[in-house]
């Protein structure tokens, strides 16, 4: 399977997922995850991805700081409910590399790593996204503006003709590379990640 080259690029995070040590799944229970993770998850590389692994990555960087993040020990809450927008694709992120799931999650053992319940939706006062720490209770409000790393102002009229069954291979081609050059500044782009993320702690 060949992803665009960029994906070598972005920065991968090791987690501690305490289930899969007990279970022998992963050795010390550290598991990286990289953005192609995300992107097999869902089938696709998006803005919506792309912000999505942003806001998760920086959200458990800013709750752990210098430890390493214990998946399956957070729990995700979104403002939007569950069939809006793109919700659905967001928490599908967040839950790849939180562990937090819904009330069909993995319920436990002897009630231990419990996973379910912990990914919330429509939850009043937030903004975007609240991240928490089931341990310490500390929790981080995330924040995200796509519209500073806008897009190629063709790839819209050429997204219309590729769903219309009018283009041809040259501009679906095009299309592509337009599309992922947004998703990769997005992701790879320093100068913008200052407008496009932010993140403050609540203890």
């Keep these: 399977m060949a992803f665009p080259d960029y994906f070598s690029r972005i920065p991968t995070i090791t987690l501690h997922d305490p289930l899969a040590e007990v279970l022998g799944a992963a050795e010390g229970g550290l598991i990286e995850y990289s953005f192609a993770d995300a992107v097999r998850l869902t089938g696709h590389a998006c803005p919506t991805v792309a912000g999505a692994w942003l806001t998760g990555v920086g959200a458990l960087r800013a709750l752990y700081g210098d430890e390493v993040p214990r998946r399956g020990e957070i729990e995700v809450c979104l403002h939007e409910s569950e069939d809006s927008g793109v919700a659905g694709v967001i928490a599908n992120v967040l839950g790849l590399l939180t562990g937090a799931a819904g009330p069909g999650g993995f319920k436990g053992l002897g009630g231990q790593f419990r996973r379910n319940r912990r990914l919330h939706f ?82």
Aim: glycine share 8%.
């Design 122 to 203: 429509a939850e009043a006062g937030l903004e975007y996204i609240r991240l928490r720490r089931i341990d310490t209770g500390l929790s981080v409000d995330c924040q995200l503006d796509l519209s500073a790393v806008p897009g190629d102002p063709r790839s819209g009229p050429l997204l219309g003709a590729i769903l219309a069954g009018q283009a041809g291979p040259a501009e679906r081609q095009l299309f592509a590379e337009l599309w992922q050059d947004r998703v990769r500044r997005i992701l790879l782009d320093d100068s913008a990640r200052d407008r496009l993320l932010s993140f403050t702690l609540r203890h």
